[in-house]
């Protein structure tokens, strides 16, 4: 067996109670508690990051493809759907599904309210993988190919606002020239959590908005698409300008958005420095314990000492010493933020207020690479800082450390 790890195994066992003993406990928990917390902080940070994103991303895509125009309303200018132009996009590997869409703005009329709105034309062909989750009640769209469906999919917040149920039937009303009403069925509820989208958009057949917008059977206001990895966004936006007509940009929803992208990214800072206390902290309570260990081991070192150990070995007893407890400090600290993360998980014991927090419970995303990263950094981290104490054993001579009285 190795010198140094036999002889830190037997400083750890030692019998008897002993100071360092109790010191050496509270070092391990430090450490246990310092990982959980880094390894939650994590977890919750990216479930809420990678929640508000896919609550954004449902609603609009990872990128737009729509034509050029100085138009700042609503209302798109259209351009065709055509095989050809679904084709090119198709291609790219990148990309996932491409939904067309129809943007129109109205007024929702119930019986006792009315409020403005966003319709969002969707045909049959809409990929609603990436919606289902929002969808709380009802169904989806039912779509007639000879004509445009008479449905339409509400959020919760409009709901309330308009004072309707599933079932009921509300009245579109189109301002412009001339002004033009259709009646539609509440088929289905949404909630995303986020007031911005909830209050101002409603999805309808697309059909119904080439018909009042008077387009062919293939226009479109604009195309979603959806990425299947969303880091290459950059790069998939230059490949789709290689290949698309020139009266038509590709615009990136993330920049189109740049309040919650802002946040994000505030969001990432503050947890940077939050990691960086909870390591120092963890550093400074592992180097209080092998000083403790070091001062009450004076007598052990002044006797290996004097049998011959140079000051290399014993530095390394008590590093091994060090590192073993950091070792179970994170055993146990992992332990405790996968039991944690795994009971909010499944159980969702804490819950949040939607109106701030835009969802109803703390999520909790499972990255096994950060986790992996975190293990790894804190060992490194703590492991180069408790190297420093042990410099204090240069100073250790055998005839003063015999005479040391514990």
């Not at 036999?6 to 109670?17: I, V």
């Not at 246990?32 to 990678?50: D, E, P, R, T």
């Not at 095989?83 to 599904?97: D, F, G, R, V």
């Not at 449905?151 to 301002?175: A, H, K, P």
């Amino acid at each position: 067996m190795n010198t140094e790890l036999f002889l830190a195994q037997k400083l750890r066992k030692t019998k008897g109670k002993t100071f360092s003993s109790s010191v050496i406990n509270i070092g391990v928990a430090s450490i246990a508690i310092g990982v959980a917390a880094v390894l939650i902080s994590f977890s919750v940070l990216m479930g809420f990051k990678n929640t508000i994103k896919e609550k954004l991303f449902s609603m609009s895509g990872h990128l737009q493809v729509r034509k050029i125009t100085l138009n700042q309303s609503f209302d798109e200018a259209p351009f065709s759907n055509s095989l050809a132009y679904q084709k090119l996009l198709e291609e790219n590997e990148n990309i996932a599904s491409i939904n067309a869409i129809g943007l129109k703005s109205a007024l929702l009329k119930s019986e006792n309210e009315i409020s403005g709105i966003l319709l969002k034309g969707i045909d049959q062909n809409y990929n609603s993988s990436f919606f289902e989750n929002n969808l709380i009640e009802g169904r989806f769209i039912d779509f007639d190919p000879g004509s445009y469906s008479k449905e339409i999919i509400i959020s919760e917040t409009q709901r309330r606002l308009l004072d309707v149920n599933l079932g009921d039937d509300l009245l579109i009303y189109f301002i412009q020239q001339p002004p033009r009403a259709r009646k539609v069925t509440i088929v289905g509820v949404y909630s995303t959590g986020i007031e911005d989208i909830d209050k101002s958009n409603a999805m309808v057949d697309l059909n119904l908005i080439r018909r009042i917008n008077e387009w062919d059977s293939l226009a479109v206001g604009h195309s979603e698409v959806f990425l299947n990895e969303l880091d290459k966004a950059d790069e998939t936006v230059n490949q789709l300008y290689e290949v698309i007509p020139q009266d038509l940009e590709v615009r990136q929803v993330s920049k189109m958005m740049p309040a919650f992208f802002d946040w994000f990214n505030l969001l990432d800072r503050n947890i940077v420095i939050v990691i960086f206390l909870i390591v120092i902290v963890a550093s400074f309570n592992m180097v209080s314990v092998l000083l403790i260990m070091i001062m009450e081991r004076t007598p052990m070192i002044g006797l290996l000492k004097s049998l011959g150990a140079k000051n290399g070995l014993i530095q390394r007893i008590f590093i091994a010493n060090a590192i073993q407890i950091i070792m179970k400090g994170l055993i146990l600290g992992n332990a405790l933020a996968i039991s944690l993360c795994l009971l909010q998980d499944r159980l969702k014991l804490i819950p949040l207020d939607p109106q701030s927090y835009y969802m109803d419970y703390v999520p909790v995303s499972w990255d096994w690479l950060v986790f992996f990263q975190v293990n790894l950094a804190t060992i490194l981290i703590v492991g180069l800082i408790v190297s420093l104490p042990t410099w204090a054993i240069l100073k250790i001579t055998p005839v003063k450390a015999l005479k040391y009285k514990e």
